[in-house]
């Protein structure tokens, strides 16, 4: 085999060996912690704590309630029970009764709007709690997914490595480091020659430059410089 196609197969691993790499870091990058789930996390914490906050609020109100009608009861039956006859005393309990109704219609009141913000708080906080189930769920089989495509091209990269090795030691260093420092100049090293055309750079070959590179010899595109390879 030439040299030429030696360091042309070299060449087409190597490109493998970079996609395959470029690919490992891209799922690298996706691995970790999702920022949607940390968002519907916090989101639902909060949202659990606002209705337990609001809770608190409603049994706060409802033991207020109970106690302006422990006191309602007894002072509408002295008002009522005639045993009351002096009219300023009278008048006097009949505001009394009054402020306590008028006390517990307000809190009866905002207790009411309490319990409807409890209902929907609750609604709000089992939304968030399945779309943050659901986001969970997602993310999990996505990690997963993610974790066996990365054992796959670990593997995929070790077996091209081996393959480089193996095609490296046909090959005399000298021309490995020389096939390497022109790689690392052009993105490629080797260029395919078809119908006369050099495929790295698209100009047509001289007949003697044909005729060198078809020798088998280390030829080199006179217009971009890469090693010629004759299929
Ligand atoms: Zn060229």
């Known amino acids: 085999m030439s040299v030429a196609k030696q ?15 470029q690919a490992l870091r891209q799922i690298a990058s996706q691995l970790g912690e999702s920022q949607a789930v940390v968002k519907a996390r916090t989101k639902l914490a909060s949202e659990n704590q606002r209705l337990e906050e609001l809770k608190r609020q409603q049994h706060s109100l409802e033991w207020e309630i109970d106690d302006l009608v422990n006191k309602l009861a007894p002072a509408q039956e002295r008002l009522y029970g005639g045993s009351i006859k002096n009219p300023k005393e009278l008048t006097n309990l009949q505001h009394e009764v009054e402020g306590l109704k008028s006390k517990r219609d307000q809190l009866e009141d905002k207790a009411l709007e309490v319990m409807e913000q409890v209902e929907l708080t609750e609604a709000s906080v ?55 420092k022109l790689k690392k100049q052009k993105g490629t090293a080797a260029a395919k020659v078809e119908q006369g055309i050099c495929r790295g750079c698209r100009i047509s070959l001289s007949a003697a430059e044909l005729q060198q590179a078809r020798g088998g010899n280390l030829v080199q595109c006179s217009n971009c410089g890469r090693i010629l390879f004759l299929a």
């Open 7 to 21: 360091l042309y197969q070299l060449q087409e691993v190597d490109l493998e060996l970079e996609a395959n790499e």
């Open 126 to 180: 089992a939304t968030i709690s399945n779309d943050s189930k659901r986001l969970e769920a997602e993310w999990q089989s996505q990690q997963q997914q993610l974790s066996s495509n990365m054992e796959e091209l670990k593997t995929t990269l070790s077996d091209l490595q081996h393959k480089r090795e193996a095609l490296s030691t046909s090959i005399d260093p000298e021309t490995i480091e020389f096939y390497d």
